[in-house]
């Protein structure tokens, strides 16, 4: 893992749309997306791609970026409405291609349908995931993972719901009732978690990191738990190791924070600025160096 990108933000204009939380990153890397050569914000990220779009109101051509080979592909006349949500799925164990998911929620019937987009084909193809109600009901913040060729998403009935991108079978995994209200669904060493920050009774400022330790049996083991002197809100969990990122909120401003679950180290990252809205969302990058099927290559 290299750094955040702040979603909503034009990394070319704004100089905390890239937050770097690594030393070791290579300056080749261009994390401004400046090689595509267009204003670009970023809208998501995925194993080393990032999903991007004009820096326009009305924008309907997206970009699918790789920063280390500073290459990218346009996926043109995307429209979305309030009812609709816009996801990229990449994983090159899976495949060197790269799937834009679109959901879609019908009001009406309350149905879940899945809009799917593939670089290898180069077209859509629609399906209805679900006629479930409770599945309509997902919850559009917290986090929506890729993992081992499903999409996770958190439904607010207390429930991982998965989606087959391949089968389109679509898997509900229980949430225990000590992780209901999670704060975040990620990934890291392969595996689900989900973390929470909360306030109990008294005052007592926790929080818990759960892991999905057998996929198969939808069984959850409380990895992590500690007692805060602050509260924090939890903003993403580490891909690769035992380490999550909080934000705390002073009167001097926000905080970035990394907190390391095996020896309990709190470390500053930077500031975060305020946006005005009183919030910010991050997506996790992690540079990516093998093959990949983009369509547009600016030379170094």
């Not at 346009?74 to 998911?101: R, W």
């Not at 879940?112 to 309509?136: C, G, I, M």
């Not at 890729?146 to 429930?159: D, K």
Request: glycine content about 8%; some cysteine; aromatic content about 14%.
């Amino acid at each position: 893992m290299a750094g955040f990108y702040t979603l909503f933000m034009d990394p070319t204009d704004d100089p905390q749309a890239y937050i770097s939380v690594s030393d070791s990153i290579n300056a080749s890397i261009d994390t401004a997306l400046r090689f595509v050569g267009k204003d670009l914000d970023t809208r998501g990220s995925c194993n080393g791609l990032i999903l991007a779009r004009r820096y326009e109101y009305h924008a309907t051509n997206y970009y699918v970026c790789n920063p280390v080979a500073k290459s990218w592909t346009c996926v043109q006349n995307i429209n979305l409405d309030g009812n609709s949500s816009l996801f990229l799925a990449f994983d090159p164990h899976v495949s060197f291609h790269f799937t834009l998911l679109r959901l879609e929620l019908n009001d009406r019937n309350y149905c879940l349908k899945f809009a799917k987009y593939s670089s290898r084909t180069l077209t859509w193809t629609y399906h209805r995931v679900s006629t479930e109600p409770a599945d309509y009901y997902f919850r559009r913040n917290g986090g929506k993972v890729y993992l081992n060729g499903v999409f996770h998403m958190v439904s607010s009935q207390n429930y991982i719901l998965g989606i087959d991108l391949e089968s389109l079978v679509c898997r509900r995994i229980k949430m225990s009732g000590m992780m209901i209200g999670s704060d975040v669904l990620g990934k890291s060493q392969g595996r689900l978690h989900c973390a929470m920050a909360m306030e109990q009774v008294g005052g007592i400022k926790e929080i818990s990191v759960w892991m999905l330790e057998d996929y198969e049996k939808g069984e959850w083991v409380l990895k992590h738990r500690v007692v805060m002197e602050f509260f924090y809100s939890i903003m993403e969990v580490h891909p690769d190791k035992d380490v999550i990122f909080l934000r705390k909120q002073t009167i001097y401003g926000k905080k970035l924070k990394s907190y390391n679950m095996k020896n309990g180290e709190l470390k500053e990252v930077c500031d975060l600025k305020d946006w005005g809205w009183g919030f910010c969302s991050l997506c996790v990058f992690s540079p990516y160096n093998g093959k990949d099927y983009l369509e547009n290559k600016r030379d170094a």
